[in-house]
């Protein structure tokens, strides 16, 4: 059983469960999007670490008879370092671009975080910038991409604040007290936050990059946590006649310190950064990352270590490429030949490079390249 599953068992609203109807993604779906692409399907995929989704047999249907889709997702720029968790959606959204060659647009929401943080509105905006950065950097087709700030886009599109006025007449302020928790002492900016979160669902939010086309189906790669939003979008859709997008979900990257701990831009040693050294990547990963083992080595040698709360090993199944190692490791962890200290430093080797790669393209990606991909245009894609 892999760990989030194993965990998860008889806990709820863990990040790691179906929740409200959602599907799990099981093999039969990622037989069928390997036949509709003609690609081995992804790691997370085949790991479970993208294990639930809404209506992506619907968009595979499309798909199939010729009608394209788009891709949707998109980051709260709350700070200027992103973590390794972030990656993920990014990562994965970045292979479903690739695969099934469509256009995506990115949100970022500078006003999100402007509105939740203890931030103005300047910083917002230039954090989106610099996580603009590191989003690009995961390698996205310029001529395929679209990034937008909340906070600039707004302001030009009318398309984008037309479905922002029709999500918000068509949610209560008690449904959205329910969904998010809201209390009658937030700001009205909270509580109308969510239409904005759910307009790029809907392709009339681009006019630039639909020539005006409503109606193509969106889809959104996210982790989990953000299902909410797209629950209240999916209710909203059929009401103001608009497709509901379809979602693929991830599970949680778990911090350092296990997986019922939260990770935390304030806390550096919660997680590793992408802006951390490789020195920084080893004493993180050797001080802080829970470990599975036992308590002495003759324990662990007899007993063998627990993959299933091991740190190292769930960073790895999202990590390391290679199945058949990967395989390897657990074996040898859970039969008590490989001892902790080993484990992590396979990790490190496998965090360092990554990271260093990333930095390395990530300085190659300087504010005009930015505002390339920031500028509303059309796209290389014809619907
Ligand atoms: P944000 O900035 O919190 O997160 C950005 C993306 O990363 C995912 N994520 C994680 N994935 C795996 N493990 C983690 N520990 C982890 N932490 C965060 C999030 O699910 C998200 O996909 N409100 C959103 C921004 C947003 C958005 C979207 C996200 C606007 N539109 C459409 C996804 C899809 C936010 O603050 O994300």
């Given amino acids: 059983m892999q760990w989030w599953r194993a965990r998860s068992k008889g806990r ?47 968009i595979l249907d499309a798909y199939e008879n010729k009608k394209s889709f788009y891709l949707y ?46 931030m103005t509105v300047e910083k917002a905006y230039e954090y989106a910038k610099e996580n603009a950065k590191d989003i690009i950097a995961c390698g996205f087709d310029i001529n395929k991409t679209f990034i937008f700030s909340d906070l600039d886009y707004l302001g030009t599109s009318p398309g984008f604040y037309k479905n922002i006025v029709k999500v918000q007449k068509h949610v209560t302020f008690n449904q959205v007290k329910g969904i998010f928790g809201f209390t009658d002492s937030d700001c009205i900016g909270k509580i109308s936050f969510p ?38 979008t999916r209710d909203v859709a059929p009401r103001i006649g608009q497709p509901k997008p379809a979602l693929l979900h991830s599970v949680f990257f778990p911090a350092l310190q296990g997986a019922q701990t939260k990770m935390s831009a304030s806390d550096p040693n919660s997680s590793i950064f992408l802006t951390d050294t490789p020195k920084q990547i080893k ?10 083992g036992r308590d002495t080595i003759e324990e662990h040698r007899k007993y063998g270590g627990n993959c299933d709360v091991d740190v190292s090993f769930m960073y790895l199944t999202f990590f390391l490429e290679d199945d058949d190692r990967l395989e390897q490791l657990k074996q040898a962890y859970t039969s008590g030949e490989l001892l902790t200290g080993e484990l992590k430093k396979v990790l490190i080797e496998t965090m360092q490079p990554l990271i260093a790669a990333h930095q390395e393209r990530r300085k190659q990606v300087t504010d005009e390249v930015v505002k390339q991909f920031m500028t509303p245009r059309k796209l290389a894609f014809e619907f």
């Avoid at 509709?36 to 670490?49: D, E, Y």
């Avoid at 970045?94 to 999100?112: A, C, G, R, S």
């Avoid at 904005?196 to 969106?218: D, H, L, M, V």
């Avoid at 004493?283 to 599975?292: D, E, L, R, V, Y």
């Fill in 195 to 232: 239409a904005i979160q759910a307009a790029p669902s809907f392709s009339s939010s681009f006019p630039q990059i639909f020539n005006g086309k409503e109606n193509i189906q969106c889809l959104i790669p996210c982790a989990i946590d953000q299902d909410p939003y797209f629950r209240m």
């Fill in 73 to 118: 997702t998109g980051r709260g720029p709350s700070s200027q370092a992103m973590h390794v968790g972030h990656l993920i959606p990014f990562m994965f959204t970045k292979w479903l671009q690739e695969v099934f060659d469509v256009p995506l647009v990115i949100q970022l929401t500078d006003d999100e975080k402007y509105l939740w943080k203890d």
């Fill in 283 to 292: 004493t993180k990963i050797n001080k802080h990352a829970f470990s599975g």
């Fill in 12 to 58: 709820q609203n863990s990040f790691q469960e179906l929740r409200f109807g959602s599907s799990k993604i099981d093999t039969d779906l990622i037989n069928r999007i390997e036949r509709a692409t003609g690609q081995k399907p992804h790691h997370f995929l085949r790991r479970g670490i993208f294990f639930s989704h809404r209506d992506m047999d619907q």
